[in-house]
């Protein structure tokens, strides 16, 4: 079964770090784009950072200089580093996996979610 995993939510306070993690299953991820989205109640998906199959990253202006994105050696798995976590970084947090241009007949894969909330 073809699918992508996450984990590392939860509660933490103003200020201090979490990390997330996205492991894809079925399919050699190491060739897919991979990328975290967040989404509020009431609100639409919106991106928070991306990794592509060759590490090249992008991040929103919001989480610039704060998340971190990265994927190991393997390409399998990806990670969020959240530090200096803010009360607007609560979200549930997604992860995507964009297959390469040149396979058109693959799909994106997205995860379940993880619940992230930043609260005192």
């Known amino acids: 079964q073809v699918r992508v995993v996450e984990s590392g939510g939860g509660l933490v306070q103003p200020g201090e770090s979490l990390r997330l993690s996205c492991t894809g299953f079925g399919r050699i991820f190491s060739f897919y784009h991979m990328g975290w989205y967040r989404q509020v109640p009431g609100k639409q998906r919106e991106l928070v950072a991306t990794?592509?199959?060759?590490?090249?990253?992008h991040y929103a202006d919001s989480v610039k200089g704060r998340l971190t994105i990265s994927r190991d050696s393997r390409g399998s798995t990806v990670y969020l580093q959240m530090n200096d976590v803010r009360p607007e970084d609560t979200a549930v947090y997604y992860c995507?996996?964009?297959?390469?241009?040149?396979?058109?007949?693959?799909?994106?894969?997205w995860g379940q979610g993880t619940q992230v909330t930043v609260s005192s």
């Open positions: 990794i592509t199959n060759r590490g090249s990253t």
């Open positions: 995507n996996a964009q297959p390469p241009a040149d396979w058109p007949d693959e799909i994106e894969y």
